[in-house]
């Protein structure tokens, strides 16, 4: 069964109390209005540019603003893409987000 919302992760700087900066992350959950696959068109075109999209999600233009990464089935994906294939929604074509590994 797939999942009916998504959190859309942003990082926020602040001020703590004594005036240093810090980060902080946020994350918002959003409902989505469907789950689509990628175009194969758009997904050859993604791969000669070095993008390898594995999902494409419609969500409201409303709650979206700028994110760069999302959680969708408890997997973290960046967002390589931004379509509007109407006013009121945008699609996010995403791509599966690998942690870099550290060799020691």
Known sequence: MRDV???LLST???QNEIGVEQEVNEEK???IIKV???YSKEYY???QAGYQPTLRLRISALNYNNETELIYNGITYTVD???EPCPDEVALVC???IKNVKSN
């Open 36 to 38: 689509e696959t990628v």
């Open 95 to 97: 791509e599966r987000k």
């Open 45 to 47: 075109e993604a791969n």
């Open 81 to 83: 893409r931004v379509d």
């Open 12 to 14: 926020k700087i602040v």
């Open 29 to 31: 959950e959003i409902p």
């Open 5 to 7: 919302s998504c959190k």
